[in-house]
């Protein structure tokens, strides 16, 4: 029966049909392919496998013609084309079925699904993707935290998925190129940490803080862009495997309910002499919900001129043994060769500086601790006061969740009054308690690098003992005189003066006060 029984028209011509050819139903990878994907073509019908030379054509813009290997499989219509070589980073492959191609019967390609093979190349059937660079797994054109989240899940997987190999890689930055070994293992990592660092050094972390990008990492530039190369946009369409996330989306405040909070809680105390004795103070990075987070990205921005980031501690990490491969071979490699790395049991965290700015993305690596420990703390910034001022310490966070999926993101900011930490003058102050017995207190302060000396002396000025002698960084200092003398005996009841002398460059500091004993 012939179902196109066509249309009577003024030409009074109609159309019989009486032969149908192959046409393809799916084709794969659609947009993006990684590294060693198989090109897959699928039919609605078998076809002649002796007919696909010369009429199945695979190139790329950088690399030329591509050869491999092709299986067709009968049962299931569909063509698998192997490369023999992982495709090269950061190009758009063409794949192209010439209307040659023949069924069974020996019907050729109808590669525009009219229903009419015409063996001519209106029935050329042919697609475009592209691949990304090496360690870039969600197609976003650049390599970030997400990509260090999904490469670490896939490291801790018990079987390997070889689509996601990156190493070992050769060539120059950012066209590094696979030389596949079957195994992902430490040089794998090198490739990512190489990628992350040439992704993110041309950051303009500093954009993110002004008000005309509503803290949006809008300015770091693809890794196309940075190598003067032509790039894809991303499309909406991506692999299976890899994690549709919609990228850098983010807002000025946190505005998504249950979902987790990064906050930032300065150990400053109103008490200048419960703080550090030289300038130095710990900011804590708290995760207010209870959830086991995959990883998160922390950039915050500091006064460079009050404070000096002096680097973090990681939070106390669990006793029990590492139990996956990842934390185990990043411990047991060298890593201080990769610049911006630090490598815990737990965590690996990638950093970034510009000028007053530091970026910090965190991933979980180990399958024993929570993302933060029982107090709340993800890490523990570490600064140092330059001099006495009150300046802010402006952040902005996402955090993520397995698969690298978005989970939330938000901004914050914590006022710092480093006079509580580094004074603005020198001073002593009055002994407390006094009278006293049998011990007293003296509180001091000393705004620059000084040496420092405290005496007691009598009423006629005899020395009675000496305090303090020692060289005095910046800080807020306190000693205590328990009424003995230089030999360690007790002093008689009565009237006795402390002198508080610094000694700083060219310059001195003295002042002298009275106390009394009574016993």
């Keep these: 029966m ?36 198989t090109i897959i073509i699928d039919f609605d019908r078998s076809i002649n496998a002796t007919t696909l030379s010369g009429n199945l054509l695979v190139s790329g813009s950088r690399s030329g013609d591509i050869t491999g290997n092709d299986n067709f499989l009968n049962d299931y219509h569909s063509l698998f084309f192997t490369p023999d070589n992982p495709f090269m ?36 059937y042919s697609w475009q993707f592209r691949s ?12 970030d935290v997400q990509d260090l989240i999904i490469f670490a899940e896939k490291w801790q997987q018990d079987k390997q998925d070889m689509l996601f190999e990156i190493g070992p890689a050769a060539g120059e930055l950012p066209y590094l190129e696979l030389v596949p070994d079957s195994i992902i293992d430490f040089e794998d990592f090198v490739t990512l940490a190489r990628m992350w660092n040439f992704s993110i050094g041309s950051t303009d972390l500093l954009a993110m803080f002004t008000n005309e990008n509503n803290g949006e990492l809008i300015n770091q530039p693809s890794l196309a862009k940075q190598a003067n190369s032509p790039t894809t946009k991303p499309a ?25 909070v990064v906050s930032l809680n300065p150990k400053i105390s109103d008490d200048p002499w419960a703080n550090s004795t030289n300038g130095c103070f710990e900011v804590e990075v708290k995760l207010d919900e209870s959830i086991d987070l995959s990883g998160a990205q922390l950039v915050f921005q500091y006064d460079k001129d009050l404070l000096n980031f002096d680097g973090f501690l990681k939070t106390p990490e669990n006793e029990q043994p590492m ?51 029982k107090d709340g703390n993800i890490l523990i910034l570490q600064f140092s006061v330059i001099k006495s001022g009150v300046s802010d310490i402006k952040f902005h966070y996402s955090t993520f969740g397995d698969k690298a999926v978005a989970l939330s993101k938000g901004e914050g900011s914590e006022q710092i009054d ?67 003398n230089d030999v360690g005996q007790m002093v008689s009841s009565g009237l006795y003066f402390f002198q508080f002398h610094a000694r700083y460059g060219n310059k001195s500091y003295m002042k002298t006060r009275k106390m009394m004993i009574l016993k």
């Design 418 to 484: 480093s006079k509580l930490l580094v004074p603005e003058s020198f001073a002593v102050y009055q002994n407390y308690p006094n009278p006293f017995n049998p011990v007293t207190t003296i509180k001091y302060q000393v705004p620059a690098d000084a040496e420092v000396f405290i005496r007691i002396y009598d009423l006629q000025g005899k020395l009675v003992t000496e305090l303090v002698n020692d060289h005095h960084t910046p800080g807020y200092y306190l000693t205590r005189w328990n009424g003995r």
């Design 323 to 373: 139990s996956k491969s990842l934390a185990k071979t990043l411990m047991s490699q060298e890593t201080n060769n990769i610049s911006n790395v630090n490598v815990g049991t737990d965590k690996l965290i990638m950093q970034h500086d510009e000028e007053n700015v530091v970026l910090l993305d965190i991933v979980q690596i180990s399958d024993l601790d929570q993302f933060a420990n």
């Design 132 to 143: 990304p660079y090496l360690g870039d797994y969600d197609n976003s054109d650049v390599v």
């Design 236 to 260: 909406k369409e991506i692999l299976d495997e890899t994690v549709p996330i919609k990228k850098k989306d983010i807002k000025v405040k946190q505005t998504i309910s249950n979902r987790p």
């Design 2 to 37: 012939d179902n196109d029984t066509g249309v009577i028209g003024e030409s009074n011509i109609f159309h019989v049909d009486n032969e149908t050819g192959p046409v393809v139903l799916s084709s794969f990878p659609k947009v993006y392919a990684l590294w060693q994907d």
């Design 89 to 124: 980073t950061n190009e758009t492959i063409s794949v192209v079925l010439k209307a040659g191609l023949l069924d069974n019967l020996g019907k050729g390609l109808d590669g525009d699904n009219d229903g009419d093979p015409e063996g001519s190349p209106t029935d050329d």
